[in-house]
């Protein structure tokens, strides 16, 4: 049998929580001289999640010939979500990927093992059910998540936090594996306040789980959270401001505002970062699709810890602000605050910058490109154009996967920890683990009732990314796959 080449995208060990079932979502791709993936699942003991296969993965090419199989097989990705109950024994078993190829053989291989149950540093514990009353004054617990940060954007962080007008606050800074000359920065700059507490990993989690883990460490007194990026400024009154929204609305969950844009300097860019707020964020099926909540603008009710610890089991692609919102949808509801409270700092080191909104612009291109899908489709084929090409084909064909497996982990894991109104269920069906996602992208699309422009414009890119990614499969297939030849390396090997 010739070698098989597997890689399984990477991220933290999916971890056992006592109170919630664990929704996993899983993703990689493999590959064989002379075959097809046919299908993949995922086994956990008796239990077995299957996978889509078929994903179109740009990424395999240079592994691929790199191990000398070409041409490159580049519909050879797979990606699922697992669903396991809470209380279970399986956090003692090990996972294992099957993969049935087109001549009808199978393989396993092993996948991320999971992290041992109960309490251990740095481990996911709920604390909801012990929170105290809060006092007069109402203690907020600031997260904040840092890695290598600037040392004057950062310097101007802190002293934005200091300069609260409300006055009971901790900050608990989880620090992402640092080096110890920025490790260095982060501690002179707190030094001698004891209302800031930080902590370093020994491992890089990347930003999304790296805010759960701040996230866990929420005290018990704590009425509300804020989530603080390493490089942004405050405005003095922004936790007073937030506070007291959320104080004349006892239904709301979590409030945003709006934000200024300005550079390293200081200079004003932009009045506000959401032009319009083109998109509801009281709706779940509006929010699920095209979140508007940014992180560093919200202030959320701590009580909202119980239904969001922990995050789904997610790589590195995945927004803990839009976990986090949809959480509240459904807890509650999100109030908007349209002042600017914040000024979001536009660098080149930003996890995700600001862009203007380009309405009708953005439209016609997303139209152009479902348009001219075949074409796109047929040229992708061809590998120099994937090597010219490479940026934008991941815009269209690998990044719409991606937020794919992100907002069905989310939609399952809100089924089931969540009690959902109509609107609830809709949004989690569009996104429901399953066949024929790309139907039922367009059928929210064309949906008429109003969510907003962002709604439809993520839909839209979304839907054509599928479209896109189906049809260059459907290509890939009509070319003969080359003859398998006799391996002299052995078996298997893992690609990365």
Known sequence: MPPSLIHLDPGPQPHAASHHDLVWAFSGWACREGCRLHAADLRVGDARFP???????????TAQLRHGLAPAVLDCGFWGVAVLPAGGSWHSLQPVML????????????????AGPGPSPG????????????EDIPLVAIAMATYQPDPPLFQAQIASI????????????????SDDAHWAVITAAIAGDERFLARRNTTNLGFYHNFERALTRVPAEAAFVALADQDDRWAPEKLSVLVGVLAGRPDAMLAFSNMTVVDRNGRLLSETFWPGLDSRHDSLDALLMANVVTGCACLFRASLLQLALPF?????LAYHDHWIACCATVAGGIAYEPRSLAGYVQHGGNSLGYRRRPGLRLASRIAACLL??????????????????????????????????????????????ATLDDDGRRAVSTFAPGPRIGLRLLAA?????????????????????????????????????PAARRSVTGERGHAG
């Open 51 to 61: 996978a889509h296969t078929g994903a179109i993965r740009l990424d395999a090419e």
């Open 99 to 114: 993969l049935e190829w087109s001549d009808g053989t199978w393989e396993e291989w092993p996948a991320r093992a999971f």
């Open 123 to 134: 481990a996911i514990v709920d604390t909801s059910a012990d929170r105290k009353p809060a």
């Open 162 to 177: 200091r300069n609260q007008t409300h006055g009971r606050w901790i900050c608990l800074i989880e620090d992402d594996g």
């Open 312 to 316: 789904p089991a997610l790589g590195r």
């Open 372 to 417: 001219l899908s075949p074409a796109i489709a047929l040229a992708g084929q061809l590998a120099m154009v994937r090597r010219r090409l490479a940026q934008p084909l991941k815009l269209l064909v690998s990044l719409p996967d991606t937020e794919l497996v992100c907002r069905t982990a989310f939609a399952e894991t809100l089924r089931r920890r």
């Open 445 to 481: 699309l064309l949906r008429p009732d109003r969510r907003g422009k962002a709604f439809r414009g993520v839909a839209a890119r979304l839907f054509t990314g599928r479209v896109i990614a189906h049809l260059m499969s459907l290509l890939a297939r009509l070319r003969p796959l």
